[in-house]
């Protein structure tokens, strides 16, 4: 079974210049979260979809970063424009339910430098 | 506010001792699930542990168990029997009734042979 996989793995941008960071999930997972990790500090989540929906997106710092997930299957997180401060590891997870205990499979990460 | 404290940003261990990382964190909330995470170098984070904070019995699995204590708001991760493999980020996390994850700001473990 493939896990998440996250595309690039690395990108680096010019501020003022967008964007997009793709999302594949575990086939089969109906939630899909965004997390990122600024340079040093704790990871933080963004949001969580329930297939096509956004169920929370209470982390999603500002409205220049915009979230989508087609169909229910793939995540896009779109910045723009990019700014130096959204420079960070930005981490997709999905589990196949809902719930405070379930695991959440983490991808191995797209590193963002905004220069 | 939910925050989770990981006050050693790095560590090592010889190989075969056993070492601790340790995490506290805060929430209001009374029910929850601990998480400790484990990121390999060049590699995504895996799940090594997790604890119902209503369960008093200390998880475990394998070489890895954790140290709870719910009135302190602690909780800790033991190693025993260290590997080279187990060189890593981990982070601890815990979530409520929301769907996401709190985390730490992660202790980076080092294993020496």
């Known amino acids: 079974e493939a896990g998440v996989t996250q595309f690039p793995s690395h990108s680096v941008i010019e501020k003022g210049q967008t964007v997009t960071l793709r999302c594949d999930p575990i086939s089969g997972h109906d939630n899909l979260y965004w997390y990122r990790r600024v340079m040093g500090k704790e990871i933080k989540f963004l949001l969580h979809?329930?297939?096509?929906?956004?169920?929370?997106e209470s982390g999603m710092p500002n409205n220049r970063f915009l979230a989508e997930r087609t169909g229910g299957t793939y995540s896009t997180l779109k910045v723009q424009p990019a700014e130096l401060e959204d420079s960070g590891v930005y981490f997709c997870?999905?589990?196949?339910?809902?719930?405070?205990?379930?695991?959440?499979?983490f991808g191995p990460g797209t590193r963002l430098t905004v220069t | 506010a939910q925050t989770v404290t990981q006050s050693q940003p790095e560590m090592s261990v010889q190989e075969a001792e056993t070492v601790t990382l340790s995490c506290t964190y805060d929430t209001s909330e009374n029910n929850y699930y601990l998480f400790w995470y484990k990121q390999p170098p060049s590699r995504q984070m895996i799940l090594v542990i997790r604890?119902?904070?209503?369960?008093?019995q200390n998880a475990t699995e394998n070489r890895f168990s954790v140290n709870f204590q719910k009135a302190a708001k602690s909780f800790s991760l033991k190693i025993s029997d260290s590997q080279l493999g187990d060189t890593a980020m981990y982070f601890c996390?815990?979530?409520?009734?929301?769907?996401?994850?709190?985390f730490g700001t992660g202790t980076r473990l080092t294993v020496i042979p």
């Open positions: 996390a815990f979530s409520t009734g929301a769907n996401n994850l709190f």
């Open positions: 604890q119902e904070a209503y369960k008093q």
């Open positions: 979809f329930v297939k096509e929906s956004k169920q929370d």
């Open positions: 997870a999905s589990s196949q339910d809902v719930g405070f205990g379930y695991e959440q499979y």
